[in-house]
């Protein structure tokens, strides 16, 4: 059949206007087929703005043929544009699957901190959030495990506002947060959704840490793994991997366990897990257990091996020159070396090269209490280390010890404890003694003395509120 025939056969335009008209009309059919192709029920994966899609259409529906050419450059531009937009824009009805590495949010997402209340009749999340570094109140989520504090052998009492002798219970990587729940010796994975850092929810089912009253967790995005120490009857180390889906999974038969003769919970600060962490190349998890002086127990540093996205069978146990005490560690970037803290005197730096970990700087800090929390800021590349009972921020140049400024803070917190470094800012969680609300210090380190932008006092923090992580 010919071109000509075929024409008379559907109703063939009789002259070049009418055959201009034919051609924009099949246009606008194939426009409007392609559009409809787009929002296919089974694209569910993909949002679409039809707004989008207007000009495309209308563009096509215009009458005058003597700007066919222009009219079909424009249509297919406007179908490269709204498939680059259709394959571009995720579905907000499903989150993404979470992220263990860098955090992959929408741009212009809110930015937020993560604190645990530690609460005996239900542990939460409290996720604040930040803007242009100033904290407002943003949601609580239930982890599905409970809260717990330690007895403080020195006043008899259940402890506050240290209720867990540890840096590190809720730790964040990518879209992931990971937090320990004490009191119903569990462990739960939550996912971040990327386009609302507010809004979490439990990924699987909380899990069983091997051991009894969990305190301290770290991620490893190199490894897909997560490490928790436990610091009750049952003291030890466990480690499990991150399933997107299904959440956690445990990597050993049992716990490495640690000799500390402890209860639950425990009855310190002496003798308890301080904290784990892995190393600047995620090939060993660090754990740092104190000791009792008083009693010539020393406290050690835990080196477990991962090989193969999986922990060795037993870990290295070392104890550096001049520890007492290790509580919280951070590690310095560009070095192998830890700066950790020592409640009884302030700080040291553990350089972790060779065959033994060894203390190449001490710190004392006048005055102190019980410094316990150490961090790193990014922007001054020094660390900066919190005192549960005096309300000051100590700068410590990380290789020689030196200390840079001692700030009292002008609020009236009664001390710090958990930390995290963002940028120049300082975030410093102060729960309070009960008759203070709890709060987080904002504070300015790039500039000395170091300066205080807010004292916020949130929503659902109490005495208990442990860990801090943000993102």
């Not at 570094?133 to 020195?154: A, F, H, V, Y």
């Not at 010796?185 to 969990?214: E, K, Q, Y």
């Not at 999986?310 to 146990?317: K, S």
């Not at 200390?403 to 009664?414: A, K, Y």
Request: proline share 7%; charged share 15%.
């Amino acid at each position: 059949m010919s071109r000509k025939a075929r024409f008379k056969w559907g109703g063939a335009p009789s002259s070049p206007d009418e055959m201009d008209s034919f051609r924009l009309k099949r246009l606008t059919y194939s426009s409007r087929s392609y559009f409809s192709s787009l929002l296919l029920p089974t694209h569910h994966n993909y949002t679409h703005n039809l707004s989008s899609l207007q000009p495309c259409i209308l563009f096509s529906n215009r009458g005058d043929s003597h700007s066919l050419k222009m009219i079909r450059a424009s249509f297919f531009l406007c179908i490269l544009t709204v498939t680059l937009n259709v394959l571009a824009k995720p579905s907000t009805n499903s989150w993404p699957h979470s992220h263990y590495g860098r955090f992959h949010g929408a741009n212009g997402c809110a930015r937020a901190l993560y604190i645990m209340t530690n609460d005996p009749a239900g542990n939460s999340i409290i996720a604040l959030k930040v803007t242009n570094g100033t904290l407002t109140d943003g949601s609580i989520t239930p982890t599905g495990g409970k809260g717990l504090s330690c007895i403080d052998q020195r006043v008899n009492r259940t402890s506050y506002p240290d209720g867990l002798f540890s840096q590190s219970a809720v730790d964040v990587r990518g879209n992931t947060l990971i937090v320990v729940n004490p009191g119903s010796n569990t462990l739960t994975m939550m996912a971040i959704d990327p386009h609302n850092t507010f809004a979490l929810r439990i990924v699987g089912s909380p899990v069983s840490t091997m051991g009894d009253f969990p305190v301290t967790v770290a991620i490893s995005p190199r490894n897909n793994m997560a490490c928790v120490a436990n610091s009750g009857a049952k003291a030890g180390i466990a480690c499990f991997s991150m399933h997107q889906e299904r959440g956690l999974a445990p990597l050993m038969d049992k716990q490495i366990s640690f000799p500390t003769n402890q209860t639950t919970p425990p009855v310190g600060p002496w003798n308890t897990v301080s904290q784990v962490l892995f190393n600047r190349d995620e090939s060993a998890l660090l754990t740092t257990v104190k000791g009792d002086p008083r009693n010539n127990i020393t406290g050690f540093l835990s080196t477990l091996p991962i090989q193969n996205d999986r922990p060795a069978a037993q870990d290295t146990r070392s104890v550096p020159n001049g520890i007492a005490l290790l509580f919280g560690t951070t590690l310095i970037p560009g070095t192998s070396d830890i700066l950790a803290t020592d409640a009884f005197f302030g700080a040291l730096t553990i350089s972790l090269d060779g065959a033994q970990p060894k203390t190449i700087a001490k710190t004392t800090v006048p005055d102190q209490a019980d410094t316990c929390w150490a961090v790193i800021s990014p922007v001054t590349r020094t660390g900066f280390v919190t005192d549960l009972l005096v309300n000051s921020i100590v700068e410590i140049e990380p290789l020689s010890g030196r200390i840079l400024q001692n700030t009292i803070l002008p609020n009236d917190n009664p001390g710090m404890t958990d930390l995290v470094a963002a940028g120049k800012l300082l975030y410093a969680l102060s729960p309070g003694l009960g008759n203070t609300s709890a709060a987080v210090a904002v504070v300015d380190v790039s500039q000395r003395p170091a300066k205080l932008l807010q004292n916020f006092e949130f929503n659902g923090g109490s005495k208990s509120a442990q860990g801090m992580a943000w993102i």
